[in-house]
C-alpha cells in the first residue's frame, strides 16, 4: 500500500497554519490519515515545515524517490505489531472452505441450480468441511423451490426427499434450526401435499424459542385450503391471530375461497370484514373470489327476510359507518357487476350512495406522534425537532405541498394561489422543499427566487437540511396539522411502508390532493366525497373497490353486489 504525500509550498503551509492549530492538524483533517489512525495503533508524524518540503530539499527528493511507502517514510504512520495478524485473519476466514461453500451456494441460489449445489454439499461432507445453519438453509430453499419439468421426469419427488435428508442430516449434526430452515421444510411438506406436517413443524419452532413469521404458515395453510380442509385451515388462521401475526389479502383470499366451497357462509361473512379492514380496495383475484361467491346457489339462499333495522342502524353508527356487522340481509339472487362511481359516490349501477367514514381525532394524534418516533429514529434527530418547533411557531397549516414533488421546473403553468382555493381561509400553504431545491437549479431563476423569497417572508416555505429525506417533514406537517397533502406521490416506498397497512391508507385517502396536467396547466384533484373501502349499507348490498383504475387518468372499477328484485 502506497500513501502518497502532497507538496505543500512555503506560503501553502503558512496559509494552512491560521486554520489549523499545527501543520500536522492537516494529516488529522485527512480521511486516508483517520482511516490509518483507526487500523494503527502506534503513530509518529515528524512536524512538517518549508524547508523540508522545498522541492530542491535533499529529503524532500529522497522521500519522492521512495514514494513514500507506509513501511519506509518517516514523516507517515507505522504498522503496529498485531496489524499484520488482523490481515492474516480476515484472508484466512475469506478463504476458509467454509466461507467458499457459503459464496458457492449463493450463486447456486442465485442461479437457481440445486444440481451444483448438492454436488458442492456432497464434496464439503466427503472432506469434512462443518457446515453452519445458513449452508442448510441455503440447500433447504434450493429444495423447496420447483423446477420446470421436474414433475414429468420424476425429479420433483427426489428433489422434495433429498430436502428431508439433509435436514435429519441438520440435526444429527447437531445444527440449530432457525425460522427460515422451518419455512422451508414446511414447503417440501406442502409440495409433498402434506400440510399436517408444514403446521406440525410450525408448531415446533416455539420449542426452539423460534417465533413463527406470517411465511411460516403459508404452507400449511395454502395446503390446507388447497385440499378444501376448511376446518385445518381455520385452526392455522387461529394459530397465526394467537402468535399475533396478522393475516394478508392473499391468505384472507384463501380462506374465503375455501369458505365459499364448503358453503361456510358465516366464515364468508367474516373474511370479507376482515378484507375490509386488512386491504380495503381489493385485487383482481380477491374481486374474483367474491363475485363467484355472491353467484353461488348458497349466497342465495343464506340471509335474513326480515330484519331489526334499528339494530342494523345502530351496527352502522358504532362501526363508524359503512358496515353493520350483522349478517347476511335479504334473500335471493344477488346482481353482480362491475361498475364506477361518480363524483358524489353514487353507484352508477344501484344508485346508492356511498359514504365517508370518519377518522377518529384520536388516531390521527397518535399517528403523528408515532411519525414523528420514527422520523427522529431515521433522520438526524436535532433536524426533526427543529422542524416541530419551527411548525409550532408557523403552524397550523389547511395545506401542506409535496414541492419536490410539485417541482419548480414543471412544464405545465401551475399558480400556487389555485392551492389558496383549497383553504377556508385562502391562507399560503406550507410548501417542503429540499435545501439543494431552494438554492441551486429551477430556483435560481428570476421568477422562481422572487416566488422562494415571498413565501419564506409569509412562513409558507421550510427547506430541509441537507441529508435529510423530505418526505418525513411534509408527511409529519400535514398529519400534525389535520390538512391536505398536496403530492401526486403513490407513498408506497420502504418509508411508507414502515407506517403500516392500518391508519395510515385511511388517512392518505382522505387527505391527499392529486395534481392531473390539462390544457390549461395543472388540475387539482380534491379526495372523494366516500371512503375507497368495501361497504355493506343498511339494505345489506356491498361494493366493493379493486386496485384497476385510479380515479386521475381512469376511473376507479368496483364490484357492486345486490339482491336482484322479485320480478327480476
Known sequence: MLFRAAYLSPKTSLLLSFFCKSPNALFFHSKRFNYIWRNYT???????NANINHPKS????????THFSTTSAEALPQRSPDSGTRKSRKKARRESPEMILRVNLDQCSSNGDLAKALSLYN?????????????????????????????????????????????????????????????????????KEDPSLAFDLVKQMKDHGIVPKLRSYGPALFGFCKKGMADEAYEVDS???????????TELCALLRVSSEVKREGKVYEMMHRLRTTVRQVSEETAATMEDWFRSRRAAEVGAEKWDVAKVKKGVLEGGGGWHGQGWLGKGNWRVVRTRMDETGVCQSCGEKLVCIDIDPEETDNFAKSLAKLACEKEARTNFVKFQEWLQRHGPFEAVVDGANLGLANQHKFS??????????KKLPLVVLHQSRVTGGPAQHPNNKKLLESWKKAGALYSTPQGSNDDWYWLYAAVSSKCLLVTND???DHLFNLLGNS???RWKEKHQVRLKPSDYGLTLHMPPPYSLVIQESERGSWHIPTVTGDDLETPKQWVCATRTRPHE
Do not use: W
Not at 535533499?58 to 524517490?65: E, G, I, N, T, W
Open 490 to 492: 403513490e407513498m408506497r
Open 503 to 505: 391508519f395510515f391508507p
Open 123 to 191: 464434496e464439503a461432507r466427503a472432506n469434512n468441511v462443518q457446515l453452519n445453519v445458513y449452508h442448510y438453509n441455503v440447500l433447504l430453499y434450493l429444495c423447496s423451490q420447483n423446477s420446470e419439468g421436474s414433475e414429468e421426469d420424476g425429479g420433483d419427488l427426489v428433489r422434495l426427499d433429498k430436502g428431508f435428508e439433509i435436514f435429519k442430516q441438520m440435526g444429527i449434526d447437531k445444527v440449530e434450526p432457525n425460522e427460515a430452515t422451518f419455512t422451508n421444510v414446511s414447503r417440501l411438506a406442502a409440495a
Open 58 to 65: 535533499p529529503s524532500f527528493m529522497a522521500r519522492k524517490a
Open 416 to 425: 400556487f394561489a389555485q392551492l389558496r382555493q383549497i383553504s377556508p381561509s
Open 42 to 48: 502506534s503513530v509518529t508524524i515528524n512536524k512538517c
Open 239 to 249: 394459530h397465526m391471530v394467537d402468535n399475533g401475526i396478522i393475516a394478508e389479502e
